[in-house]
C-alpha cells in the first residue's frame, strides 16, 4: 500500500469569492494532490475523500461502498458527537443499500422512462410558457428563482404524484427549509414533519379514490402506507429541488459567460448539450458520503472496513483527466459522461424528467427575453451555503428591456 498521501484537514465551508460555479479550491487542490486524500471529519474521525472522475465512479458502481443511513455516523461539516443514527424510514430508498433499494426504485424505474417522460413535453412546455408569460406581463425586474426557477418543476413533480394544484406552495416552501443548509434545526424539523403528515393524508387519499398519477399506481402494489409515504417524499425533495437550483444557477452561469448564451440563443440545436455542460460544470448535487462494508483498494490504498467515504462529484465533473479545459464552461463539448446524476444503482431515477424540464426551460427562457441580464452586480448575488445538500442561490435578480 502507498501511504504517501494528501490529508484535507476540514471540509472548506465557501467558495472562493468570484467563483461561484466552481468547486472550493481547497477540494480542487487537494485532487491536484491525488485523486483520493485522507479527509479529517468534524469529530475528530478520519476517513477518505475522493476527487477522482474514475475513482469516484469506479466507488459509486461498488456494493462494497454502502448507502445505509444507519453506517454514516460521521458528517463533512458537522459534529454529530456520539448520536445513534437510526436507519432511513421505510421507503426512503436513497439511503438504503439492495435489496431495500431496488424493492422501492423497481415499481418506479419504469414511471420515469425516456419515452414516458418525452410524452410529458407538451405538458413542461406550457407550463415554463405560462411562467414566462407571467414574468413578461409583471415586467423586470424580477426574481427569477420564485418567478422561474422553482414553480417550473415544483408543478411538473407535484401534477406527476397527483398533489393538488393549491398545495405546491406548501411543498415548496417547506422542502426548502430542509435542503438549504441554513434553516435552524426547530423549524427543519417541524418542516418536515408538516411535509410527512401532509403525505400521510396525501396517501390515504389516493388509496381511497386512485387518480391518473404515480402514487395512485404505486398504491396498486404491495407498499404500505409508510413505505408510500417514504417514496413520495424522496420524489417530492429531488424533483422540487435540484431542477430549480439548476434552472437558477444555470441561468446566472450563463450570464456570466455571455458567448455561450448568445451560441445557444443563436442555435437552437445546442440547448441539449448545453443542458449536459451546465450539468457538468455546476454539478449543483455536489458530494454524497458512503461507507465501506469490507477492506477496499481503491487508488492503491487500502480503505478500511467502516470507513466513511466523501465522494466529490464537483471535482470529479472538473477533473482535467477527464474533461479538457474542465473549469471552462464549453456548450459545445465533446467529452460527455458527466456524473452530475451519479452512476451505479443510485444514478437519479428523475434524469430524463430533469433533462427534459431544463432543455425546455432554458431554451424558452432565452428565446423570451433576449436582454435577459443581471439586475444587481454578480457579487451580490448570494449562494446557498455549502452545508445545503444541493448547490444553488437563494435568489437571481434579473432584468430585461420591456
Keep these: 500500500m502507498n501511504e504517501s498521501v494528501y490529508t484535507l484537514p476540514a471540509m472548506p465551508a465557501a467558495r472562493q ?15 491536484e494532490h491525488g485523486p483520493i486524500s485522507r479527509f479529517v471529519f468534524p ?28 453506517l454514516m455516523r460521521h458528517h463533512p461539516l458537522i459534529d454529530f ?26 415499481p418506479l424505474a419504469g414511471k420515469f422512462t425516456v419515452r414516458r417522460m418525452r410524452l410529458l413535453t407538451e405538458r413542461i412546455e406550457q407550463v415554463t410558457a405560462e411562467h414566462l408569460d407571467a414574468m413578461e406581463k409583471a415586467g423586470p425586474p424580477t426574481d427569477l428563482v420564485t418567478a422561474f426557477a ?14 393538488p394544484y393549491e398545495d405546491r406552495g406548501f411543498f415548496q416552501e417547506n422542502v426548502e427549509k430542509f435542503m438549504d443548509g441554513q434553516t435552524p434545526d426547530e423549524e427543519l424539523i417541524a418542516a418536515y414533519t408538516a411535509v410527512q403528515t401532509y403525505l400521510a393524508e396525501l396517501v390515504a387519499a389516493k388509496r381511497a379514490n386512485p387518480t391518473d398519477d404515480v402514487l395512485s399506481d404505486l398504491i396498486e402494489g404491495d407498499l404500505t402506507d409508510e413505505e408510500l409515504r417514504g ?31 448568445a451560441a445557444l440563443r443563436a442555435d437552437p440545436s445546442l440547448t ?22 469490507e477492506d477496499v483498494e481503491l487508488g492503491g490504498h487500502t480503505i478500511a472496513a467502516g470507513s466513511a467515504v466523501i465522494l466529490s462529484y464537483n471535482t470529479a465533473n472538473r477533473d482535467p483527466g ?44 432565452v428565446r423570451r427575453f433576449p436582454t435577459l441580464r443581471l439586475a444587481v452586480p454578480a457579487e451580490e448575488v448570494v449562494l446557498r451555503p455549502e452545508t445545503a445538500d444541493i448547490m444553488g442561490v437563494n435568489s437571481l435578480p434579473v432584468t430585461w428591456d420591456a
Design 272 to 293: 441539449e448539450p448545453a443542458v449536459e455542460e451546465l450539468l457538468r460544470y455546476l454539478t449543483v448535487a455536489k458530494t454524497s458520503i458512503r461507507t465501506t462494508l
Design 322 to 365: 477527464r474533461f479538457s479545459d474542465p473549469h471552462v464552461l464549453d456548450l459545445r463539448r465533446q467529452d460527455g459522461g458527466h456524473l452530475a446524476f451519479g452512476h451505479g444503482i443510485h444514478q437519479c431515477l428523475g434524469q430524463q424528467l430533469a433533462r427534459i424540464e431544463m432543455r425546455v426551460a432554458f431554451a424558452a427562457l
Design 43 to 70: 469529530d475528530g474521525h478520519e476517513g477518505w475523500l475522493v476527487t477522482g472522475y474514475e475513482l469516484v465512479r469506479a466507488a459509486l458502481a461498488d456494493p462494497r461502498f454502502s448507502s445505509r443511513k444507519e
Design 81 to 106: 458527537g456520539d448520536i445513534e443514527v437510526p436507519p432511513a424510514p421505510p421507503g426512503e430508498f436513497l439511503l438504503m443499500d439492495d435489496p431495500q433499494h431496488s424493492r422501492y426504485r423497481k
Design 17 to 31: 469569492p468570484g467563483c461561484p460555479f466552481d468547486p472550493p479550491k481547497e477540494l480542487v487542490e487537494a485532487r
Design 150 to 163: 422553482k414553480p417550473v418543476p415544483a408543478v411538473m413533480i407535484c401534477e406527476l404524484l397527483g398533489v
Design 231 to 261: 417514496v413520495s417524499l424522496v420524489l417530492l425533495a429531488a424533483g422540487l429541488d435540484t431542477t430549480a437550483n439548476m434552472l437558477a444557477l444555470g441561468t446566472f452561469a450563463l450570464l456570466r459567460n455571455p458567448a455561450q448564451l
